[in-house]
């Protein structure tokens, strides 16, 4: 996986074999991916790698992430149960994602058409983490580990197969991960994890 930003955008992000060639998803959507990169730059976000996409952070937290797959890409928020999504534009990346957290598109034109409610909803979510506010905990639910909320923001398959996971399933990553002393820990158990969680299995499952 890339880890040098300037990588992704003229080679792509290194996690498949279409890694540096002409049928990578990246080289389909160059010029719109290169526009949502200037605004996100424009807006003053930090650019870094993450996950081997392009994140974008301010205040110390992580604000976006772009990704790029063969039907579409995507600028997908952190933090998502914040965002008020006044112009309707945000859509969940799987039927069982608990919030609304990316815009889409399907076209390299549409980014410039959308600069300025792109630029809102960037400002709105840096607002969000100069005041350190994240989403309020869900009746019933759980407090997730920050490095679980985060690898989950950046994978949509993951996303996907954690939150179709059983209660119970979700609780035994919890408990495995918050036993962790370090974040790096729990950075480590969680790619252990990844193939468990897809085959929608419990962290104790074989």
């Not at 914040?82 to 945000?90: R, S």
């Not at 609304?100 to 034109?109: L, T, W």
Request: aromatic share 8%; glycine share 8%.
């Amino acid at each position: 996986m890339i880890t040098d930003i300037e990588d992704f955008f003229s080679r792509g992000c290194g996690r498949c074999a279409r890694f540096d060639t002409a049928d990578c998803s990246v080289k389909q959507w160059t010029e719109g991916l290169g526009t949502l990169r200037r605004i996100c730059r424009d807006v003053g976000l930090e650019e870094t790698v993450k996950w081997a996409h392009p994140c974008y952070m301010h205040a110390g937290r992580n604000i976006a992430l772009i990704g790029a797959l063969r039907g579409d890409f995507r600028l997908n928020f952190f933090n998502a149960g914040l965002m008020q999504d006044p112009d309707g534009v945000l859509e969940r990346q799987g039927p069982n994602t608990r919030h609304p957290d990316m815009i889409r598109f399907a076209g390299n034109d549409q980014v410039a058409a959308m600069e300025s409610i792109i630029r809102s909803y960037l400002e709105e979510a840096m607002a969000y983490a100069e005041k350190g506010l994240k989403p309020p905990k869900e009746e019933g639910g759980f407090d997730l580990p920050d490095e679980l909320v985060e690898a989950l923001d950046a994978e949509p398959e993951l996303a996907e197969a954690f939150h179709a996971l059983t209660t119970g399933r979700q609780k035994s990553y919890v408990i495995a991960l918050s036993s962790a002393k370090t974040s790096q820990t729990r950075i480590n158990r969680i790619a252990k994890f990844r193939d468990k969680i897809i085959a929608g299995k419990g962290a104790t499952e074989r």
